[in-house]
């Protein structure tokens, strides 16, 4: 069965600590990985793909097909981190878009 | 490009009550969804189109049916709603090829039922 794991509801690190958002896939197939986020009032936004192998705002996310996880990762967590930020899966060239029930990231001051 | 759009932002609908809420989006894009956000659960799918004039269901589709007469619209209605359709709804679109699955959502849509 497809499914997209987010352990942790909820996470609570210091500004300056780093943080890493876990994220673990069920997929028969070749999928694609995505993270999502979703600041305070605003709509959900895509933040990084796999495929493109970006650091976007200071995040990175390597995908691991031997452990089928995708964890987003920074260094330095900052204030204006704070989010929902939800992992998603869909197939290679596909449409249909799977989603993790997300992780709460708090980042104190 | 104001990229995609929902209407009414709130509502609050007694059991029994029927409602539709619009999704609009200005990119041109193939493909449109309605997803549900509940703590917890994440975003599921409720219903799907790959096109204007076809519909399919996704995830959690009961209780809801969906209409894309024109390309830049779809249409989530609820019949009879249940305090279990009390949500988040959001509308998101996405290109055809190879952006199909970068997807642009709307901004919600908060939907009690009392």
């Known amino acids: 069965a497809q499914r997209v794991t987010q352990p942790e509801k909820l996470l609570s690190v210091f500004k300056g600590a780093p943080v890493e958002l876990k994220c673990n896939y069920s997929?028969?197939?070749?999928?694609?990985l995505f993270w999502y986020v979703q600041y305070s009032r605003q709509r959900l936004q895509l933040l990084l793909r796999?495929?493109s192998r970006e650091s976007i705002k200071g995040f990175t996310a390597d995908l691991n097909k031997g452990e089928t996880s995708f964890h987003l990762k920074k260094p330095f967590a900052q204030e204006e981190d704070s989010a929902m930020y939800y992992c998603?899966?869909?197939?290679?060239?596909?449409?249909?878009?799977?989603f993790g029930a997300g992780t709460r990231l708090f980042v104190k001051a | 490009n104001a990229g995609v759009t929902q209407t009414p932002k709130f509502r609050v609908l007694k059991t029994g009550q029927s409602m539709t809420l619009l999704c609009a989006q200005d990119?041109?894009?193939?493909?449109m969804y309605w997803y549900r956000q509940d703590p917890g659960m994440g975003l599921r799918l409720i219903h799907y189109s790959v096109g204007e004039g076809t519909t399919a269901k996704g995830e959690v589709p009961d209780g809801y049916n969906v209409s894309r007469l024109k390309k830049q619209n779809f249409l989530l209605g609820l019949e009879s709603a249940a305090p279990s359709q009390t949500s988040v709804y959001f509308c998101?679109?996405?290109?055809?090829?190879?952006?199909?699955?970068?997807?642009?959502f709307g901004p919600g849509t908060r939907l009690t039922v009392t």
């Open positions: 998603a899966l869909s197939s290679t060239g596909g449409f249909k878009t799977i």
């Open positions: 990119m041109n894009h193939e493909y």
């Open positions: 796999h495929i």
């Open positions: 997929y028969s197939g070749s999928p694609e």
């Open positions: 998101a679109s996405s290109s055809l090829g190879q952006g199909a699955n970068e997807q642009y």
